[in-house]
């Protein structure tokens, strides 16, 4: 089959489905509204998969034109969209991860009086992430990548008469702000020095260039800041600080957003310019160097953290961090197979996170969970594939790629393996902390009241027995689903399958060293990294259920260290001195007070004081009095006739 | 036959008396009546210069003048009797509404 006419509809659908529920849901039934919200992300995913049958590598990459855009001279740019291999990978993820995601949040908004307006904000977010994904320029990319932005923003303070979630929609949207501005001037010079933002375009004028291996050049700068941007997007040091904030939306958000999809968008975008990144190695080695600390601090974090979601945030910072490294080291393919299988799990660890939420009342505190086993069955049994898979466990899905990262990461530089490998065992270690102490023990929380139920669903608030109870249907399935592709989802890497599916695009460029007798330092690598993982869980399993009051003595006798790292190294206090204060400093004294109110406000206001003086002094003339106005008009008249009599006189 | 400059100067007198009665009377009838005074002194000049320089030019303004002169009175008139009808005075310094 060839090229599929329908493309174009992919992006286009949700956002219909966004513009019937913003503007009519307000008045249509919540039936309606779930109609609408479902279906049109349903096709989407369904049109998505009609296409991914028919897909020939033969017949990519494929343009298809939608309409003109932009056209300036000789640059141009298009609404027009692109597919191959790798963007196709990421629209499957994306529909099908948002799809599921979409059907849980019928079950766990139901109660939500903006019910309409959330479906409303998760299907634009799905229109601007395909966008984001198909575009074929990095502009209209950057159309989607600002539109998901906006989308998480809204979505992140969705609750927005809470305040916290106000904030920290704020913060994500200026957080973000800093790295689209290294993303733009990235832009910028693209445009100057290549004359184009088309992707085929750009990267056929980039072809020719060599790796800038003695220095840093035009392409290194390029690359720099377009890891900035990806920072922003990503969540990578030192632009993290937004994503734990950002759990302050709903459980659904953070699994669609804050997980498996936009924070990604980075590593797409990484992986999309790799023309340029293989030709800049200094940048590349930044990436990896980013990608590496920013997985094992997060990690660390991770391990003091008592918000169920918290664990999880810190968790995908992690996991993006690993991501990074694996387009550091130029194995594009392995990240974007991390991306996606990570999509799978860590999606489906906070749609059971969210189904924990829910069962308990509302309550995030992992310290007064626990012993949830029997009263969950189902999301217990999903929520320990993920953590399996996350945790590196063969055969789940995470194994396969974060193997392939480790491995690619060992060749490119063993410092990289290993803080991946301790990484990963504190991946283990904090995963199955988070396990143990939610589904093991004794449940420590506090009776459920239906009445007070922030999000009990429907038919199931009559039990009366106060005790946690299992989600409905329409949540429990998707997270079955999502907990199928957890398991199976890392087969598609064995043989390197994904990778060579994905060779077209990224092509045979990246450094081959996988020669024959490097086999046996693969076995033995894999089996370190498996270890490590087992090694973190037994930890876990140590601390939290065979000797529970150890994990305090620990930390009693850790001291400060371990206060900095419950308190996230300090490093929202840090930004907020070194930063924020200046900058809101700054603003109030010169800008406020200065700026405004002296120059601006001043000159106004006394430009309106001296008209009304002048005004005063003058109006004594428009006396009223008719014969003062005669008076003055035969003065005038005599004045002038004296005058012109003077001319004559002077001629 | 009369100088030219007779004319003139019975025409300043006149536009003179016109101003000086514009500017120190205060009923409004007078005033108005000092318009017309100013406007006939104009128009003997006119009629004087046509005279002299056989031009007709001059003659026909001086009709321009008693028409505009005519509407004048008109609506002028009209307007005092309203003043009249409401402020029931003719005295120019007590219709100051316009002042501040």
């Known amino acids: 089959m060839t090229q599929n006419p329908y493309l174009w509809l992919i992006p286009t659908l949700p956002l219909a489905g966004a513009a019937i529920n913003g503007f009519l849901g307000r008045r249509s039934s919540k039936t309606a509204v779930t109609t609408i919200a479902l279906a049109f992300p349903g096709l989407a995913f369904a049109l998505a998969l009609w296409i991914a049958f028919g897909f020939s590598s033969a017949a990519a990459p494929y343009t298809f034109d939608l309409a003109h855009w932009i056209r300036s001279g000789s640059f141009s740019a298009d609404f027009a969209f692109y597919l191959d291999q790798l963007s196709l990978v990421m629209l499957l993820v994306v529909t099908g991860v948002g799809f599921l995601i979409h059907v849980y949040s019928v079950g766990y908004m139901a109660e939500d009086p903006s019910y309409y307006r959330f479906f409303t904000y998760l299907n634009l977010f799905m229109f601007f992430m395909l966008t984001l994904i198909l575009a074929n320029n990095y502009l209209l990319m950057f159309i989607g990548w600002e539109g998901v932005g906006l989308a998480s923003y809204l979505l992140i303070g969705f609750w927005f008469t809470k305040d916290s979630a106000a904030s920290a929609g704020k913060k994500a949207f200026i957080v973000n702000r800093i790295g689209d501005f290294g993303f733009l001037i990235g832009l910028f010079l693209i445009i100057q020095h290549f004359g184009s933002l088309n992707f085929t375009e750009v990267f056929a004028k980039v072809q020719p260039y060599a790796p800038e291996t003695s220095g840093a050049g035009l392409l290194t700068a390029i690359g720099i800041l377009l890891m900035v941007g990806a920072c922003g997007k990503s969540a990578q040091i030192p632009l993290y600080v937004w994503l734990p904030d950002a759990m302050e939306g709903p459980t659904p958000v953070s699994a669609l957003i804050h997980a498996a999809t936009m924070v990604t968008a980075g590593v797409y975008m990484v992986a999309r310019s790799h023309v340029i990144f293989e030709r800049a190695p200094i940048a590349l080695t930044v990436v990896a160097i980013i990608g590496t600390l920013t997985a094992l601090f997060a990690a660390t974090i991770g391990i003091t953290q008592t918000d169920i979601k918290k664990v999880l945030a810190y968790s995908t910072v992690s996991q993006l961090g690993y991501m990074f490294v694996a387009c550091g080291v130029g194995a594009f393919s392995a990240g974007i197979f991390h991306l996606m299988t990570h999509a799978f799990f860590k999606g489906l660890l906070f749609l059971a996170a969210g189904s924990v939420i829910h069962a308990v009342g509302g309550e995030q505190d992992m310290r007064k969970m626990g012993g949830l086993r029997s009263y969950i069955p189902w999301t217990f049994i999903t929520m320990l594939t993920a953590t399996l898979a996350i945790s590196g466990i063969p055969p789940f899905a995470g194994f396969w790629s974060k193997d392939e990262i480790l491995w690619k990461a060992y060749q490119a530089n063993w410092v990289y393996w290993l803080i991946g490998v301790v990484t990963a065992l504190i991946t283990s270690f904090y995963m199955f902390r988070l396990l143990f102490m939610t589904f093991w023990g004794d449940y420590k929380g506090i009776q459920v009241d239906d009445h007070g139920h922030a999000h009990s669903a429907p038919g199931h608030g009559n039990h009366g027995h106060g005790e946690p109870h299992e989600s409905p249907m329409v949540m429990l399935v998707p997270l079955m689903i999502l907990a199928l592709l957890s398991v199976v989802g890392g087969l598609v890497g064995i043989h390197n399958g994904f990778e060579h599916f994905l060779e077209p695009v990224f092509g045979s460029e990246f450094p081959k060293t996988i020669t024959e007798g490097s086999g046996n330092t693969e076995w033995l690598l894999m089996g370190v990294s498996v270890l490590f993982a087992l090694a973190g869980a037994v930890i876990a399993y140590i601390l939290y259920v065979s000797k529970p009051y150890l994990p305090e003595k620990i930390a009693a006798s850790l001291g400060n260290l371990y206060e900095a790292v419950l308190n996230k190294y300090y490093v929202d206090e840090l930004y907020a001195k070194l930063f924020v204060k200046p900058l809101v400093d700054g603003s109030t004294a010169i800008l406020w007070q200065g700026v405004d109110r002296k120059v601006i406000d001043d000159s106004v206001n006394n430009a309106a004081d001296g008209a009304r003086h002048l005004s005063d002094e003058v109006r004594h003339m428009q006396s009223g009095n008719l014969r003062s106005y005669a008076g003055w008009i035969a003065a005038g008249a005599a004045v002038l006739i004296a005058y012109m009599i003077w001319l004559g006189v002077g001629q | ?100």
């Open chain 2, 1 to 100: 036959m009369v100088p030219l400059s007779y004319y003139l100067v019975l025409s300043g007198i006149l536009f003179a008396c016109g101003v000086t009665g514009f500017l120190i009377k205060r009923n409004i009838i007078t005033i108005f009546m000092s318009i017309e005074l100013m406007l006939n002194g104009v128009n003997l000049s006119f009629v004087a210069f046509a005279a002299h320089w056989h031009a007709l030019a001059g003659q026909v303004f001086v009709f321009f003048v008693m028409v505009v002169a005519a509407a004048e009175a008109t609506v002028g008139l009209a307007i005092i009797i309203s003043v009249y009808r409401t402020r029931e005075t003719l005295n120019i310094d007590q219709v100051n509404l316009l002042k501040l």
